[in-house]
């Protein structure tokens, strides 16, 4: 079954079309990449499943159902989870209070109850911190638990991101450029952890890479796009190899193969 | 160098860190109880009205040190506070259900107000707030047949079951009703920051964009901030009608507002600390005016010449100092000291510093 299919979607940025009748659907269980140039769209792709960006036509649906009628804050209540390509963590918080915001869409309690903190607060608080206490063991965070995200290192808060998607217990997470910027050890520790994130936990992937290396290894499939326009789709080493994608990094002199 | 060692959850969600901590608290809890039998009348109407202060604090410091939304406008949910109190117990409602309900209409006010102000920002936030003020203010003096206009009202003493609390003459029991207001807010300020509402107010105030994408409703969450923030600040107000036992529209000027931002900035934005660190330099600042004005005029012997402005010099420059030297306020130095004298002699001197790790190129909107 597909867990989440977008339909001839189209997005334009005044007379810039950023994404161009683009199609594509990603089962349950699977985790599918999307690949490409800089500014090929990938990103404003996750933007507009999570309802930031309004599509000019086309639908998306997740698990049957259209979500173009939903706000931004209503998309992780579905079980959609997402990190952002540039991190956008909350900076004067700490780790552990960042990964609890990852609980709010669990909330049951009401404003009055929490101005009490009634017994049914101090209940779910238990229930969500030994939520985000497991993603904190999966994802070894324990050493920054009570850390500043303002005084993390750069690899650091992407895992904290990465943590925070996973506290909102999510049935598919979307993550935007997990990798970039992380050094070859962190790059391993984000294979291994993306494999259990599928495997163990179940949940559905959808991610954008430029680090072909680690796109190899993990997907299942993988969707090219160039200029807002999907360009191939299929395995990784096909979709690598096929003559439309190398001719798209070529032409943009970019960052073809197996950079990072 | 204090190692806290947790052995359930319940460590981090409970009221305090750790069992010094919770004494340190209750032995200052116990020493403002006592206040009145320790210090003369006079100081404990300073007391008293540091309180107000720190509870217009709270409320202020809930919306632009928690949420992130400046307001220059408070002293408008003051006034809302204050002359609602008063006319309902001219009306004959008792002082206990009147005020709550001023702060709760207070509150509800200020959502209304926040609705149309929902969607700006910074500085443009701040104005739309400012405008509210000096609205307020006017709009005092025209509605002059509830609220006395120019002239304005003579606060009714205050009767809690038969037992009649006046500033002046019975200034302990007034203490006593502000420190009840004060622990009131201040226990459901707390309860509030260590629940889902409190971590969406924090978030909201440091990305909205990410905040969204964990389910946090920008507008509702903002709206409610505003309302809490309002309600407490106008509990404070009703308060100080009592204290000043008379006010009109100057009572709750713009100044007014200005000094409720600069009280949370002096004492440190962000943490409920700040308010209380923030109220006593307000409230014993002319005081302290007063000491530096006689000292001058004892150095060049002006004699009975007063400066003009004086007062709203020194707290200008105690506020640009803070904004130079010192910009998380004085709760920040006094984290910075204990933890220096936490770690000696392990301190480091980068210790607070802020890494600056990542650019933000790309920006949603
Ligand atoms: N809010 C916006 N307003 C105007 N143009 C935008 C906006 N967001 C994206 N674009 C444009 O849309 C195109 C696609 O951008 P997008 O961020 O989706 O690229 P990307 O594939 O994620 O690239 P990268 O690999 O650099 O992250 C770019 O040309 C970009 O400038
Ligand atoms: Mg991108």
Redesign the interface.
Known sequence: MSLLVLEQVTVRFGGLVAVNDVSFHVGEGEVFALVGPNGAGK?TVF?LI?R?YDPAHGDIRFREKSILGL???????LGI??T??????????TV??NL??????H?R?S?VS????APQ??S???R???VV?EVIDFLELQAYRDKTI?????GV?KVVELA?ALA?EPRILLLDEPAS?LSLEETQDMIFWIEDIKKQMGITVLMVEHDMNLVASVSDRVLALADGKELAIGSAQDVQSHPAVIEAYLGSGGRAGHDG | MRFVFKRSYDADIGLFKHRPQALWYLGLLVLVVALPWLVDEFFVGEATNVLIWAIAGMGLMLLTGHTGQASLGHAAFMAVGCYTCVIMIANGVPFLLALPLAGVIAGLVGVIVALPVLRLHGIYLAIATLAISVLTEDFIVIAEPWTGGVVGLVAPPIVIFGLEIDRYGTPALFYFLTLAVTLVVLAGYRNLLRAPLGRAFTALRDSEISAQAMGVNIARTKATAFGLSCGATGLAGALLGFYAGAFNHETFNLVLSIQLLLMIVIGGLGSIHGAFFGALVIGFLPQFIALVRDGISGVFDLGSVTIPGIESGIFGLILVGFILFEPTGIYGRWVKLRTYFELYPFYRKDMFKRQKSFLKTERMR
């Not at chain 1, 952002?84 to 918080?93: A, C, D, R």
């Not at chain 1, 303002?150 to 750069?154: C, D, K, N, P, W």
């Open positions: 990103s933007n999570s930031f706000r931004p804050d209503q998309v992780p209540a989870a997402r952002f390509q540039n991190i956008e963590l909350f900076e004067q918080s552990l209070q609890l915001v990852g609980r709010h869409r909330r309690s404003l929490e101005l009490f903190f607060v101090r779910e608080e238990r969500h911190r030994q206490e303002a005084g993390l290192a750069y808060r925070r909102t910027g």
